[in-house]
């Protein structure tokens, strides 16, 4: 596996080092988690890595593709190494789950506008909002 993230990072001319191929390896076994619970995945491995340096390569990563950075309204930023596939999230409004929604075309922007006003349309940026099955199960949990 980590020789897959070596061959992901030379593809994108970025340097293998322990930090991005820990983050990346966080990111593949915990999509969607916020930059406090990388942090904590990547020090549990190497605990001499500053937060710095998992802020640093996460921007790198993100900049280079490898990432994508995603952040709902309200919530912090959460971070997911599945990219290129323009799938959209529904996010929990009580707990702030989320999780992946296929799109529906399978390319972007899977939305046709009604009306572009001549704008060339590349993207359409979908959130479902909605309640995760565990709020629904229990409404006072949160
Ligand atoms: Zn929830
Ligand atoms: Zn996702």
Redesign the pocket.
């Known amino acids: 596996m980590t020789a897959d993230f070596e061959t992901q990072l030379r593809a994108v001319s970025l340097r293998v080092t322990r930090p991005r191929l820990a983050v990346l390896a966080a990111l593949r076994d915990h999509p969607h988690v916020d930059t406090d619970t990388v942090i904590a995945l990547v020090r549990a491995e190497q605990p001499t890595v500053s937060h710095q340096a998992v802020y640093d390569v996460l921007r790198a990563l993100t900049d280079a593709g490898l990432i994508r950075r995603i952040q709902p309204a309200g919530a912090t930023a959460r971070y997911e190494s599945r990219v290129g596939d323009n799938h959209h999230h529904v996010v ?6 989320i999780a992946d929604v296929e799109c529906a075309v399978g390319r972007a922007p899977c939305l046709t506008a009604s009306d572009d006003h001549g704008f060339v349309v590349d993207e359409a940026e979908v959130v479902y909002w909605g ?6 199960a229990d409404p006072t ?2």
């Not at 929990?92 to 789950?97: E, K, V």
């Open positions: 929990c409004r009580s707990c702030g789950a309640t995760c099955p565990g709020c629904a949990a949160q």
